[in-house]
């Protein structure tokens, strides 16, 4: 459900930041279906698209 979801994007958000896997890969490994369904509920939950992995530490903080 929503908490699962929640909580699947939260865990992503911290792999985008620590790990230089592309967004796909990523998308795949905490089980959305592919990388647009991931890019949307990310864009949605934090306001902001996910950070490219050429461009990660250019944002700030997420609200995790």
């Not at 949605?44 to 950070?51: A, C, E, H, S, Y």
Request: no cysteine; proline share 9%.
């Amino acid at each position: 459900g929503a908490y699962s979801r929640l909580r699947r994007l939260s865990a992503a958000a911290i792999a985008l930041r620590i790990t230089p896997n592309l967004v796909g890969a990523l998308a795949r490994s905490f089980g959305f279906d592919s990388a647009a369904t991931f890019v949307s509920a990310f864009k949605k939950r934090f306001g902001v698209p996910p950070p490219p992995a050429s461009g990660r530490g250019i944002h700030g903080p997420l609200n995790i």
